[in-house]
């Protein structure tokens, strides 16, 4: 099928109050167009630079978000471009992004990234420190904490996921409950393409989509 196609048979899927993201890594400024002029109101990008060269031709005709491990010194290109970065995970890269931000004239929201797995391949938070993470964050004025991130496995049996996506949304309500100033526990951004169903039967209010979107990656040299 077309990634026009494809955008609107998962649109059609997505239950009310789900907000699909467009993981566009590696996809053209002409593929990311077509799934904007399809229905997709969000894109996604790993890459600073990535990014950078997509939005000089799609510009604000969607919003962004940041999904990829964020560096400290691209923080004020990436402020500049995302409307929210979801990859927050140490309280040294929100002070960079709070004083990028300050900079701009502008408060960026985030999300905080949750190492769901406990793995120490990956980034992201451990659980049991997200809510001190979460405290600080929140002391900065130009940081709106939304919610949180997580990566569940990038392939396999979807229900291998599921103790991921359910642990992040169990960090999100202890947070919710205790109501950091500031502070609001609004999104679950979790599930890629062979798992968002499963997250989003755990409460994730954003998936980020691509290969069912734009089709396998092409393969490099």
């Given at each position: 099928m077309s990634i026009a196609a494809n955008?609107?048979?998962i649109l059609a899927g997505l239950p009310p109050g789900v907000e699909l993201v467009a993981a566009a890594k590696t996809r053209t400024p002409a593929e990311i167009l077509e799934a904007v002029e399809a229905g997709v109101k969000v894109i996604g990008q790993n890459y600073v630079q990535?990014?950078?060269?997509?939005?000089?031709?799609v510009?604000?005709?969607a919003r962004w978000h940041l999904i990829g491990h964020l560096q400290k010194?691209?923080?004020?290109?990436?402020?500049e471009i995302f409307d929210i970065i979801e990859t927050i995970d140490s309280i040294g890269l929100g002070r960079?992004?709070?004083?990028?931000?300050?900079?701009?004239?502008?408060?960026?929201?985030?999300?905080?990234?949750?190492?769901?797995?406990?793995?120490?391949?990956?980034t992201g938070v451990m659980p049991d420190e997200?809510?001190?993470l979460v405290r600080t964050l929140a002391a900065l004025p130009r940081l709106r904490v939304l919610g949180l991130m997580t990566m569940g496995p990038f392939e396999g049996d979807p229900e291998d996921s599921r103790p991921y996506f359910r642990e992040t949304r169990r960090v999100r309500d202890a947070l919710a409950k205790a109501?950091?100033?500031?502070?609001?526990?609004?999104?679950?951004?979790?599930?890629?393409s062979h798992s968002w169903r499963v997250a989003v039967?755990?409460?994730a209010t954003i998936v980020r989509i691509g290969t069912a979107i734009f089709g396998p990656r092409p393969s490099r040299p």
């Open positions: 955008v609107k048979a990535e990014a950078a060269e997509a939005f000089a031709v510009g604000r005709r010194n691209k923080a004020k290109r990436a402020v960079e992004i709070d004083k990028r931000a300050a900079a701009a004239g502008r408060t960026v929201e985030v999300l905080i990234e949750i190492n769901s797995g406990r793995e120490p391949q990956k997200a809510e001190a109501a950091v100033p500031g502070v609001e526990m609004r999104h679950l951004s979790m599930g890629m039967e755990e409460g």
